[in-house]
């Protein structure tokens, strides 16, 4: 009987996940850059939007051989979104880059703040934060599906360690020639551990290395500190 419990539950938070990454998270963004659009180029708002669904929809099309169940899917719609608004976005911003690029970290953290269920929330808890960010690590790790590869470890009681070493996210950019939109993705993880607040719960993070900057893997830690003003730092900042 816990048995069949456990799979229900586990069936419904995967099916709540593909969800927000698949349909809530791409729908929200595409909203958000409407609201940008119509404060600054009202006049393109409408067609610079329907360009991007256009855009996405063939680049999710062209891509459908990339994932391989159901979690990588939704992977592929929140992908295709982000590279057809980077293409689209470049061109209403005169092809500045670095101006595009930050401008889709900054909307799409904001998205992901709000539907983001973040591990953080664990570390409220008065006894053993640092053990309670593990737990929600590996449960939320188990839902990712079969094509991301995350290493969890404890190399010491004061820290926790996560290690990306397969990502659907880079994988799919580095296949379209277009690694550095890969760190637009980051946002995700970066939003719940700039939520570890060490005067709160004692604990402080930090991301060391990014596959998108060329590196091995991406590498997150996070580990007890007496530092109430200890700050995040982050290799993409």
Known sequence: MRGR?????????ESEARWTMGRVVPRE??????????????EQRAFVLAVIRRRAEEIREQD?????DAPSEAMLALSATVLAAHETILEVFDGDRRRTLLF????????????????S?????????????????RAETDHHGEYVDVRLERPAADAFEMRVERCFFHDFFAR?????VTTVMCAWDAQWLRALDPAVCGLRA?????????????????????DP????TDVLT
């Open 206 to 226: 930090e991301r060391t290395s990014v596959q998108a900057l060329g590196d091995d893997a991406c590498r997150f830690r996070v580990v007890r500190t007496d």
């Open 104 to 119: 889709l970290r900054r909307t799409l953290g904001a998205v992901l703040h709000r539907p983001l269920r973040v591990p």
């Open 5 to 13: 419990v456990d799979e229900a539950r586990t069936g419904l938070w």
């Open 229 to 232: 003003g200890a700050r995040y």
């Open 29 to 42: 963004l595409l909203s958000d850059i409407g609201a940008y659009l119509r404060r600054e180029a009202p």
């Open 64 to 68: 459908a051989d990339l994932p391989v």
């Open 121 to 137: 929330g664990a570390a409220g808890r008065r006894t053993d934060p640092l053990g309670a960010i593990e737990t929600a690590c």
């Open 176 to 180: 379209r020639d277009a690694r550095e």
